[in-house]
Nanobody, 118 residues
Framework: QVQLVESGGGLVQPGGSLRLSCAASGSIFSVNVMGWYRQAPGKQRELVAAVASAGRTNYAASVKGRFTISRDNAKNTVYLQMNSLKPDDTAVYYC????????????WGQGTQVTVSS
């Protein structure tokens, strides 16, 4: 069973930076995508950024140029470096690992709160 443990959330002022980490334990299928989603109050969960096992990345338009996703395959860990944070970035951030199979399998972290406020 795959478990995801997130860390790095918190309170930061506008313009500040945070780095989220998500460590996956257990055996993960080699073809996968690791990503970060977020959900703000009253809004649907949305994709923030994702990185495939082959290295391709994908970003939401709202974070492109400010956020950087990376992964360490040896540690089964994905990171999200968030710079130039805005109040609109305030949300609960969820780590996701999707195993790419005939029927995809999704694993989710418990979520970490990111609050951008002065």
């Amino acid at each position: 069973q795959v478990q995801l443990v997130e860390s790095g959330g918190g309170l930061v002022q506008p313009g500040g930076s945070l780095r989220l980490s998500c460590a996956a334990s257990g055996s993960i299928f080699s073809v996968n995508v690791m990503g970060w989603y977020r959900q703000a109050p009253g809004k649907q969960r949305e994709l923030v950024a994702a990185v495939a096992s082959a290295g391709r990345t994908n970003y939401a338009a709202s974070v492109k140029g400010r956020f950087t996703i990376s992964r360490d395959n040896a540690k089964n860990t994905v990171y999200l470096q968030m710079n130039s944070l805005k109040p609109d970035d305030t949300a609960v951030y969820y780590c996701n690992v999707r195993e790419i199979r005939v029927f995809n399998v999704d694993y989710w972290g418990q979520g970490t709160q990111v609050t951008v406020s002065s």
